[in-house]
């Protein structure tokens, strides 16, 4: 397996909140959620929980005959959170929590797992890409962004809009009928969207974490198959250059209405899946 991994920070006085990571056979992509300026019962950060997590996955995903990837996630979730646990309220909304994809070259099939709204996207031999996400939290969402979907991005108003939102959205963070998201309770991985592709009906695989992911799926300037295509021929770091150039030109969010003017970009491109 060949793996090419690109990531951009939203700001560059910022850290990169997104992880990602790949070892023979597998691939690890992890989104931090958080938002600076509300409460939080965590004081190590965002970007320390997806690295903590993501190197946990790593060691799991590392171990011979590692089991479901279900199993992976939730022993992964629930080693970071007794790693604070002492310290901070691991179980408040507030917490930090995360995306996670995960994908693992098993025998002669490729397992993947996907929570939450970053995206998975396999190139078949034939057809169209098999693109796998996760949109309950989109789903849930909906019915609390126009706030701030109609008010300028970088302004007082949409910053105090999107805070709004993004508490308005911790009620609903692993609970039925919600969305579910790496966090406290290993008990989420159970609610990851899972499957398994043969091998020989794929020759490639992408995992973007969203704010990558948006060139297709929110300002649709290409299909899958054209991001593949874009992967294949110039590398995941051309994708987020034309994400941040659709950004600078839409820097208010009249054209594509977005929580974050920039977000953390993160690709991982794998090729040559059979070895």
């Known amino acids: 397996m060949r793996a090419a991994l690109a990531t951009s920070p939203a700001k560059d006085d910022h850290p990169n909140e997104d992880f990602a990571a790949a070892i023979p056979g597998a ?4 989104d931090g959620a958080g938002l600076s300026g509300t409460r939080s019962t965590c004081h190590h950060g965002v970007a320390w929980f997806t690295r903590r997590l993501g190197g946990a996955l790593v060691d799991l995903l590392s171990t011979d005959g590692a089991p479901d990837l279900r199993d992976v996630l939730a022993a992964g979730i629930g080693s970071v959170a007794d790693a604070h646990r002492a310290t901070c309220d691991v179980a408040d909304p507030s917490s930090p929590s995360a995306t996670v994809v995960l994908l693992r070259l098993a025998g002669p099939h490729v397992d993947y797992l996907v929570l939450a709204d970053s995206v998975l996207v396999l ?20 019915r609390y962004r126009s706030a701030m979907d109609n008010a300028a991005n970088d302004t007082p108003e949409h910053d105090a809009a999107r805070r709004t939102y ?13 969305f579910w998201v790496a966090a ?3 008990s989420a991985a159970a609610e990851a969207l899972t499957g398994s592709v043969p091998v020989r009906e794929m020759t490639s695989a992408a995992l973007l974490s969203d704010g990558a992911s948006r060139i ?7 299909d899958w198959s054209e991001v593949l295509r874009l992967l294949s ?5 051309e994708v987020i250059n034309r994400v941040r150039d659709a950004e600078r030109k839409d820097p208010d969010g009249k054209q594509w209405p977005r929580g974050k ?9 794998l090729t040559d899946l059979a070895g």
């Open 233 to 237: 021929t110039d590398g995941p770091t």
């Open 166 to 178: 993004v508490e308005a959205l911790r009620a609903h963070r692993n609970q039925p009928g919600g």
């Open 27 to 30: 691939a690890i992509l992890l």
């Open 261 to 269: 003017t920039h977000d953390d970009a993160t690709i991982a491109y």
């Open 184 to 186: 406290d309770n290993p």
């Open 123 to 142: 190139d078949l031999v034939d057809g169209e890409p098999l693109v796998v996400s996760d949109d309950r939290e989109a789903i849930v969402g909906r």
């Open 216 to 222: 297709a799926d929110r300002f649709h300037l290409a």
